[in-house]
């Protein structure tokens, strides 16, 4: 998806040039790694402390841009217009309808000659295709709707078209790849984005829960490892390239499964492995790909089993957490949504 999402999100001229953040980011990450050669000379720990929280500060306003964000409106309107639209309307649009649904909402209030035109993706084939082939037949969407989410689901796009400016990007936004968040995260989602109907204050206020998840995770650092971690973690986030915040910035509910993961690598170590297990299943569940988390653990407990012939009480606590989770999460899926 991302090809559109960081084009569009930069507007007017930015407070701080890409060249100049660049400059910064690495200014910050070479004082951090002198700091971890001058610390081995045995630095005043006083002075070694202010030394991490300035370097942290830094690199967390880094990653901001000086807090003075490139994201129009401080959301990601490509990104909420999947994941708001999918997430609330998920019973009605499954995982296939989404491009279906809107071209069809957009028809229905006075754009029919744009949509015959569009392009958008058939998320059932993964092709492109000419929208008008759905307008010949719009009850093959509305029939999953009642009529008062159909209104409510109208007045949503009608909303997202406007603030996406009506043109090229909005079409483009159709071309994408849909809607793909998984089952659980959907059942955690869902009850979020109905909380009011589609607005700046609605998904400034969406955009706003990530920040809090990320400053939790180095909350969860600190608690487990001791502030020395953190500071390090925040230095690392704040001046990495690979996930700068227009990747993600502004979007919904990205940083669950990090705080998730974090906080059970942090449970383990503080030796709570039941709820570690919870936590490191929940990340995948919310993800798939942190599922990669549990390969360390089951190696370790393997190893374990080889040499004692037995499992530890603490492997069994983590290995229960896991299943438990992963028991209720999928069950609760099922039950709510279906799927």
């Given at each position: 998806r991302?090809?559109?999402?960081?084009?569009?999100?930069?507007?007017?001229?930015?407070?701080?040039?890409?060249?100049?953040?660049?400059?910064?980011?690495?200014?910050?990450?070479?004082?951090?790694?002198?700091?971890?050669?001058?610390?081995?000379?045995?630095?005043?720990?006083?002075?070694?402390?202010?030394?991490?929280?300035?370097?942290?500060?830094?690199?967390?306003g880094a990653y901001f841009h000086g807090f003075a964000l490139p994201i129009e409106r401080y959301y990601h309107r490509w990104e909420m217009f999947h994941y708001y639209l999918g997430a609330k309307?998920?019973?009605?649009?499954?995982?296939?309808?989404?491009?279906q649904c809107v071209a069809i909402a957009d028809a229905q209030t006075g754009y029919a000659p744009q949509v015959s035109v569009r392009r958008a993706r058939d998320l059932t084939t993964d092709e492109l295709i000419r929208a008008q082939i759905w307008l010949r037949d719009p009850t093959a969407c509305k029939r999953h709707f009642s009529g008062a989410r159909w209104s409510d689901f109208t007045r949503d796009v009608s909303w997202f078209r406007e603030a996406a400016g009506g043109g090229a990007w909005w079409e483009q936004m159709q071309q994408d790849h849909g809607y793909n968040a998984s089952p659980i995260w959907t059942m955690i989602a869902r009850p979020l984005a109905s909380l009011a109907p589609a607005s700046d204050q609605t998904l400034r206020a969406l955009a706003a829960i990530d920040p809090l998840l990320m400053a939790a995770c180095l909350v969860a650092l600190g608690w487990a490892f001791g502030f020395e971690i953190a500071a390090l973690a925040a230095l690392f986030w704040g001046t990495q390239a690979a996930a700068e915040v227009i990747w993600t910035g502004g979007a919904f509910l990205r940083q669950d499964w990090l705080l998730c993961a974090v906080l059970g690598v942090a449970?383990?170590?503080?030796?709570?492995?039941?709820?570690?297990?919870?936590?490191?299943?929940?990340?995948?569940?919310?993800?798939?790909?942190?599922?990669?988390?549990?390969?360390?653990?089951?190696?370790?407990?393997?190893?374990?089993?080889?040499?004692n012939r037995r499992i530890s009480q603490l492997h069994r606590r983590l290995l229960a957490g896991g299943a438990l989770c992963a028991l209720i999460s999928l069950g609760a899926s099922v039950a709510t949504q279906g799927s």
């Open positions: 991302q090809s559109g999402m960081r084009v569009a999100v930069i507007h007017g001229s930015p407070a701080v040039t890409d060249t100049q953040l660049r400059i910064c980011k690495v200014v910050i990450a070479a004082l951090g790694c002198m700091f971890l050669l001058w610390r081995e000379h045995r630095a005043h720990p006083r002075w070694a402390a202010a030394f991490r929280l300035t370097l942290a500060a830094a690199a967390v309307y998920a019973s009605e649009l499954g995982y296939t309808r989404l491009y449970l383990l170590k503080r030796r709570r492995p039941f709820t570690a297990g919870v936590l490191l299943t929940a990340a995948g569940l919310l993800r798939v790909f942190p599922l990669l988390l549990w390969a360390g653990p089951l190696l370790v407990i393997g190893a374990s089993m080889l040499r």
